[in-house]
C-alpha cells in the first residue's frame, strides 16, 4: 500500500475493492458487483471529479407506496449527509437507489481510497437494506 497521493483511477478502485475482498466486474469505465444482494456500480465521473458509488433494489417497489417513501427519503436526508436516495417512476413500479458521490480532485493515497470505498459500500448497502425492509413487504 502506497501512502503517495495520486489520481483515482478505475485500476485503483477495483485493486481496493479486492483488498476488502469483493471482487467485481468491468464495463465500459465502471464496476460492477452484487452486495448483499443489491446490484452496486462504482465508477469516477468524468464530467466532475467525483466518485459515484450507486445501488438500487432489484426489485421495484409498488406505486401505491411512492408518498410515503418520498417522505422516509426526506427524513433520511435530513437525519443523514450520505448516501442519497431517490426513486425513479418505470412501468414495473417504483426503482429504488441509493448513492454516494465523493469528490476526488485532490487524489487518495491507498488507505484513503480503500477506506471511502468501504464506507460508501457499507451506506448504500445499509440504506437499501433498510428500504427493503420498510417497503418491500407492502
Not at 475493492?17 to 462504482?42: D, H, S, W
Not at 417497489?61 to 411512492?66: A, E, H, I, M, T
Not at 427524513?75 to 442519497?84: L, M, N, S, T, V
Given at each position: 500500500m502506497s501512502n503517495e497521493i495520486t489520481h483515482v483511477t478505475l485500476e485503483r478502485m477495483k485493486a481496493a475493492?479486492?483488498?476488502?475482498?469483493?471482487?467485481?466486474?468491468?464495463?465500459?469505465?465502471?464496476?460492477?458487483?452484487?452486495?448483499?444482494?443489491?446490484?452496486?456500480?462504482?465508477?469516477?465521473?468524468?464530467?466532475?471529479?467525483?466518485?459515484?458509488?450507486?445501488?438500487?433494489?432489484?426489485?421495484?417497489?409498488?406505486?401505491?407506496?411512492?408518498?410515503?417513501?418520498?417522505?422516509?427519503?426526506?427524513?433520511?436526508?435530513?437525519?443523514?449527509?450520505?448516501?442519497?436516495?431517490?426513486?425513479?417512476?418505470?412501468?414495473?413500479?417504483?426503482?429504488?437507489?441509493?448513492?454516494?458521490?465523493?469528490?476526488?480532485?485532490?487524489?487518495?493515497?491507498?488507505?484513503?481510497?480503500?477506506?471511502?470505498?468501504?464506507?460508501?459500500?457499507?451506506?448504500?448497502?445499509?440504506?437499501?437494506?433498510?428500504?427493503?425492509?420498510?417497503?418491500?413487504?407492502?
Open positions: 475493492l479486492k483488498e476488502l475482498g469483493y471482487e467485481v466486474g468491468e464495463q465500459q469505465e465502471t464496476l460492477f458487483a452484487t452486495f448483499n444482494e443489491f446490484p452496486v456500480i462504482i465508477r469516477k465521473e468524468m464530467a466532475a471529479p467525483f466518485l459515484l458509488v450507486r445501488g438500487w433494489l432489484p426489485e421495484p417497489l409498488p406505486p401505491s407506496s411512492k408518498d410515503d417513501i418520498l417522505l422516509w427519503i426526506e427524513g433520511q436526508h435530513q437525519a443523514e449527509y450520505f448516501p442519497k436516495s431517490f426513486v425513479d417512476n418505470t412501468e414495473g413500479g417504483l426503482d429504488f437507489f441509493a448513492e454516494v458521490y465523493q469528490p476526488i480532485m485532490s487524489g487518495m493515497n491507498d488507505e484513503q481510497l480503500k477506506l471511502m470505498v468501504e464506507t460508501a459500500l457499507e451506506s448504500v448497502v445499509a440504506r437499501l437494506t433498510h428500504a427493503t425492509r420498510r417497503f418491500s413487504q407492502r
